[in-house]
């Protein structure tokens, strides 16, 4: 181990977005980003195990959200209410600045698109499982699963691109009354 | 160009899923399959880009199967009738037997789930897009696309692992019910 360095992982982080969005994923190497937060590559493989990492190191923080909010559901709770229970605390994991920072980034190149689409396939198969715990049938907890993880996608987007600040719970829950009139039928409404 | 070979494209298929039954996708070769199919290679490259396009070739009749299906629902017709009609087209789309086999192929390579991750999340842009052409707005027609192929991913497992050989559009409209009442936020019944 080398010498402690006060919040390494932040600046590398910070120092990663700024190469990423200068120049781009693929240009920038593990060197540079270390170069640019004043620290040694070999302090930042003590953080991440590669530049993708530094995109996705969040994951499991969303996943535990998710799955922690589906396991605290009531026992009385539908599967809607424990997704949306889930969908809810999935909001305060994010930081607004940094979320559209990283999507930026993600969407200016495909392998980091499908390496979110991967991750959210996995936060659908944990949903699914978690909905499995409290005894929803498979194939209802897995469409509660995806159906939650497609409301998810649409929250997030409609929230990071919202100029006007509006917060998440708002969001999530314009897209699930959008939801609830796609599924009955009715035309949805002008946004 | 060689000469010409029946169906050289049906064989070369059918002896690329024996042998990825057999010794899995990873282990089995090109060439391995254009022997065990009785042609050369170079047949083979004619057909197919690589061996993992034996089991996605098959992607763009289904794309254009929902949005062909999109595209020809009545103005008339709200989001969720589109995605309906979409799913109700897709389905003709498929062989069982086929299908089944090549489902079995993907589940048990983790290269290959993530391909079909992104074939599916290709086919829900596809949607959105045809949904967009409509005049639904963006993030209606994104949540409509994605939850319809939540809805498409339930329906064909259901469809797929049913031994009772039960048709799609009946999984399909069982699914969609099951979508409606957790929408609703009502217990979805037992299967």
Redesign the interface.
């Known amino acids: 181990m080398g010498r402690w360095e006060p919040d390494a992982a932040g600046r590398l982080r910070e120092a990663a977005l700024e190469l990423f969005e200068e120049r781009g994923f693929e240009q920038t190497t593990v060197a540079e980003i270390a170069a640019r937060a004043g620290l040694t590559e070999r302090t930042f493989f003590r953080h991440f195990a590669d530049k993708r990492e530094v995109l996705f190191r969040g994951s499991e923080g969303l996943r535990d959200a998710l799955v922690g909010a589906i396991d605290g559901a009531p026992k009385s709770a ?4 424990a997704v949306t229970a889930a969908l809810e605390a999935s909001g305060q994991v994010f930081d607004k600045e940094l979320s559209r920072r990283r999507r930026a980034v993600i969407l200016a190149n495909p392998e980091l698109q ?1 390496r979110e ?2 991750k959210l ?1 996995s936060l659908a198969d944990a949903l699914g499982e978690a909905l499995g715990r409290r005894g ?2 498979a ?2 907890a ?3 699963a ?2 939650g ?3 998810f ?2 929250t997030f ?2 929230w990071v691109t919202d100029e006007a600040a509006r917060p998440w719970s708002e969001h999530l829950h314009e ?2 009354t ?3 009139e ?7 409404p ?2």
């Open positions: 539908g599967p809607l209410d499908e689409l991967i396939a929803v049938a194939l209802v897995r469409l509660a995806e159906t993880i497609a409301a996608r649409v987007e409609r897209t699930l959008e939801l609830t796609l599924a009955l039928g009715a035309p949805a002008a946004p």
